[in-house]
Each structure stands twice: as C-alpha cells, then as structure tokens.
C-alpha cells in the first residue's frame, strides 16, 4: 500500500521491507564509506590527478535527530591592524595584475565543520561543492536568486550542512549532457535522508581565463575539473597545453590567481573571472555548444507532490537475480504510459557480489546493482502510485528519494548563452 502524504506533521520516508510474517523491521540506509579526495598541485608538471523488505512509510520524527538550538558561526574577528594588512596585501595584489582580496571571500564549509550563523529567516541558505563562481553556485542562485549562498569543500559536506541545519538546502550535480552521471552524488542519495524537492538545469559556457594582459598564445598548462577538461579537449588540443584536474572550475581559477603564474590558464565561467580577477581569452570553448548540467536540490523535509504542473519522481531499487526481472520492473512504467526520463545502476557497497549455487562445477557470481530511475509523474497521480505499487512485486528494496517540479531549459535560452 501506498503512502503519499505526511500524516499530523510526521514526514515520509519512502522505504522497503520484506520481511516473515508478523515481523517488524526499522530500514535503514545502505551505508558507505566516506572518501575524501584531494589533488596536488604543482604549476611546473602535470599532476594526474538486508536482505528483501516490504514497502513502508516511517516517519523522519523516528529516523533522525534534529538539532534543536542553532549554534553560531565562527567569524574571525578584523581588527584595525589587520584591515590595514588587508588593504596592504590588496595594494601588493594590485601591483602584480590583480585587484581582488581574495582572503574576503567565504571560506568553504567542511564536513568536520559544526558552526553556522543563525539564520533570522530573511535568505535561505544553500550549500553547494567548490568556491565562489562555481557552476553550482550558479545553478543555486537560478533556484533562489536571492539567496545566501555556502561554499563546501566537498559533496558529502553538503549533505551534512543541510542534515545539521546549517544551511536549508543544497544543490549539487547529478549530471551533464556531455560528462554524463556524477556517481559520487547517487551514492550520497542514498547514504543521506535528505529529500530531492527540487532540480534546475544550467546552461554551462566554459571560458579559458588568465592574468591580466597574458595572451591565449602564451598558457601552457591549464587547470580545471577533469569533466570540464574534457568537454574542451578539442581547443585544449589545438592549444597543445598541458592539463591538470583541480577539485572545481572556479578553485582552478582561484589557484590561477593566487599563485601568479602567468603561462598558466583555467578553464571556469566568466563569473569565476570575474570574481578572481582574470582576463577571458576565449569563451565558449567547449566541445558541444548544448553542454546541460542538471543539479538537485536537497532539504531535510519533502514538498508535497501536485498535479497543477509537470513533476518527477526519483527512485532507487533493487531487484532479486531472475530472467527478465529487470524488464518486469521497466514494463510497470510503460504499462501505465509513464515515461523514464533517466536509469542509473550503481554497485551495492555493503554486498557487491552473490553468490548463486546453479552447477556442480561450482558457483556463478553476479554484481549485485541499485537503479536509479527519474520518471515524469507526480506520486499525487493514480498511475504512479499503481507503478510503485506493482514495482513492489519484484523489488526487495525501494525508496522514494523524491517527488518535484521538473525544470525545462528553454529552447530559445539554449541557444542564446
């Protein structure tokens, strides 16, 4: 049976559980290791760089902890003395080509961080991966324009900034139109208890940036994310540079900036030049002018779904090996005239293998799979409920990460940036 509606308050949690008759069973999440992951930089070389359980509905009252008191940030108090480091260093910068502090700008929030301003309510505070004049911080401005925005170093810090109240949503990327799938994050989905109530999709116009007064002629290394590396790799190329994978676009243009070099270039958006004060030497140097990122934007609480717009519901399930399962699981949408905007399958961490006795000579072994399915209906429609209620036949674990507005990219806007 279907559960669409948070009852007196308490918030669904979308979750499946199998189990013998007259059991009861908590379900959790499939949990995985934490990673960090860091890049070396050096501008003289190239760096490389449960078994089966029925569906339910629990309530995010028994789930998780909420924290109840906000805390405070910690800001670094500038004395007089320091402002006047500040214009110094600001005058020295200016001396070699650049006229931004960038010690002012917001540091990036990690996942050990456990401060934050109290939020009065007047913004809404939305984390995303990287440094200012990241594409997600784009992506976040385009959702709510007037929003405070909090840069993290890393993914996972973002989940953890909105699980902790820090900031009340997040955006970050689940995929491109050229990159594909951003694994890391589909993995987080479902480590995390956060709900997708939102998705925004931006156009992305890679620029190559420099110093000021440098010549395109003259950049023999550049800096990117290795995904915007490789959506330039024809005019990086021609160009006959060398280059090196950095965390972000705009920490790319931040390195640029910072260290000086001038025969060194970044590839990042024209806000990142902007930002870091760099020249434009080229725009648009991507590979395919229709290069799309599509982000997510996450909250501890779900919307409720509606049908006085286009929405999609995201879900992640498995299913036991059989012939023809995973057909039997597809056929549930097409029966129903639903269409599947997007499949993702990804590893299981906790039981990658199974083992399957079929011969004598010994035992098969098989990759255990999550799918992760986007489907263009709302779960406030019939159809979708008999969908999920049917996929439930042959799933022994499924999940509703979330049910949103979709978000179209006009034709006209594609053509236009």
Known sequence: MVALMALKGALPIWVCAKTAAGQQVHVGCPDSGARTCGFGLNLSAEVGSGRPRKWECLSAGVLAQRA?????????????????????????????????????????????????????????????????????EAAALKAYPNCETVPCEEFEAAFKAVELWLVDKAVLPIENSVGGSIHRNYDLLLRHRLHIVGEVQLQVNHCLLGLPGTRKEDIKRVLSHPQALAQCEMTLMALGVVRIGTEDTAGAAQIVASKGVREAGAVASSRAAEIYGLDILAEKIQDDDDNITRFLILAREPIIPGTDRPFKTSIVFTLEEGPGVLFKALAVFALRNINLTKIESRPQRKRPLRVVDDSNKGSAKYFDYLFYIDFEASMAEPRAQLALGHLQEFASFLRVLGCYPSDIIPWSDSLST
Do not use: C, M, W
Request: charged residues 30%.
């Open 68 to 136: 109840i008191t906000p805390v405070e940030d910690e800001k670094p108090q500038t004395s007089g003395l320091e402002s006047s480091g500040a214009i110094e260093r600001t005058r020295q910068e200016e001396a070699k080509g650049f006229h931004k502090d960038l010690s002012l700008l917001p540091k990036p929030l990690s996942a050990l961080d456990l401060y934050s301003k109290s939020n009065d309510g007047s913004k809404v505070r939305v984390a995303y991966q990287g440094v200012p004049g990241a594409y997600s």
